[in-house]
């Protein structure tokens, strides 16, 4: 590190040495192929070199053996000396990436959450609405936004002048904004799937597309165009009476078939051609490192930020492929576990082991309670109001600190053992309040 504070003798004998170790790796490789005169001139310029080492010869005279060496190794070196700069280079980064790759497989792992399954215990993406006429930061702001939290802006742009509408997902009192799955790239570079959204303004479609894990976008709609709910389902059923809604079939993905109804309806504002239509920043979620050791000797504890792959779990590799999730421990093999809104027993007792249990139990803050599955909604197979489930033996039990809106154990059931990755040590980006030990 202080390298630069030795004397010339010192960085002398240090580079000799160097050579040296150089000069006995080509000895070792290459002894069998070399010629006659060619080892002998090796063996000789090593043991010169060697001999002033020892000697503390001055900087002056290792430097002529040096050079000497380095003329023996040049005939004789064959793949090994000398290399090119490209060759060097490519091991360079070859090792790092090995290295780099063992880590993260036997050791710790960098992960990125992209849904508020665990909010507010961990974060995914979320956004920055910017409605159009307000401030927004400009490019330097964006700039330090972008390195501090990874925000990134997303617009839709006027194509004409006239009226904007959209498709929407009206289902009782729930209304979405439809969408249609897209492939797409992030970084222009890495393979996604992207959810695109279409706007209309005097029949001209405006899109943007966003993560598809990315869910709040129906907020943002309502929070450009209407004060609250209510006023978005007034503005719908004004639009009906009127006869100025139109039903339209949405492809769900752009790799198959299917397509669903959605009602497309006028929004009540105006936009002149080029200007925004919805404005908005995403900021990235959590990323942290997991600790993928530690269960390879410890059993997994209920409380704990649990990391595992889904390969084997067929609900999610349908819905998602196969990927990693993170959610909290609930039950172990033998567990029995029962939801008595907002709690959760465990083994007939309320479950303990993390803050975020007694917080959803109390409702506290943010914290809205864990929710029992619903017998209306095909998708649920598990822990219904009253029931009570015994975790299978090389299986684990997991559920999100976001009951409400938490895609896990009681749509998919359990995590097999072998699927248990590690448990969240830091979160390391962005730099945020929650920069720091996972909780």
Known sequence: MFGFLDSQHRKMRDNAANWLELADKVWSYRRDRLAAAESNAL??????????????????????????????????????????????????????AIVILGIRTYFVQPFKIPTNSMWPSYYGMTAQNLPPGAPAPGALGQAFRFVAFGAQRYSAWAPADGEVSVPLFVRGETVTVAYTLRSGRTWLVLP????????????????????????????????TF??????????????????????????????????????RVPLGR????????????????DQLFVDRVSYNFVRPTVGQGFVFRTDHIPDIERAYGAQYFIKRLIGTPGDRVEIREPMVLRNGAPITGSD????????????????????????????????????????????????????????????????????????????TRRWGTAR
């Open 43 to 96: 063996v000789e310029r090593r043991a010169e070199l060697r001999r002033l080492l020892r000697e503390k010869a001055d900087a002056a005279r290792m430097k002529l053996a040096i050079e000497s060496l380095e003329g023996a190794l040049s005939r004789c070196g064959g793949a090994i000396y000398p290399k090119s700069a490209l060759v060097e280079n490519v091991e360079f980064f070859l090792v790092a």
């Open 270 to 285: 105006s936009v002149r051609t080029g200007e925004a239509i919805v404005r908005f920043d995403i900021l990235a979620g």
């Open 356 to 431: 975020a249990f007694a917080k959803n139990a109390r409702r506290e803050g943010p914290y809205r309670g864990y929710a029992n599955a619903s017998r209306d909604d095909p998708r649920y197979s598990q822990l219904f109001p009253g029931e009570t489930i015994t975790v299978p033996e090389r299986g684990y039990l997991a559920l999100g600190d976001n009951s409400h809106n938490s895609f896990d154990g009681r749509f998919w059931g359990f995590v097999p053992e072998k699927d248990v990755v590690g448990r969240p040590l830091f979160i390391y980006f962005p730099f």
């Open 192 to 223: 996604a799937k992207l959810k695109e959204y279409t706007f209309y303004v005097d029949g001209k479609p405006a899109t943007v597309r966003v993560p598809a894990d990315f869910s709040e976008f129906d907020d943002i709609v309502l929070g």
């Open 226 to 263: 209407f004060p609250d709910r209510a006023a978005l389902s007034e503005q719908i059923r004004r639009a009906r009476a009127a006869g100025q809604t139109e039903i339209v079939r949405i492809q769900l993905d752009e790799g198959r078939a299917d397509t669903y109804e959605a009602e």
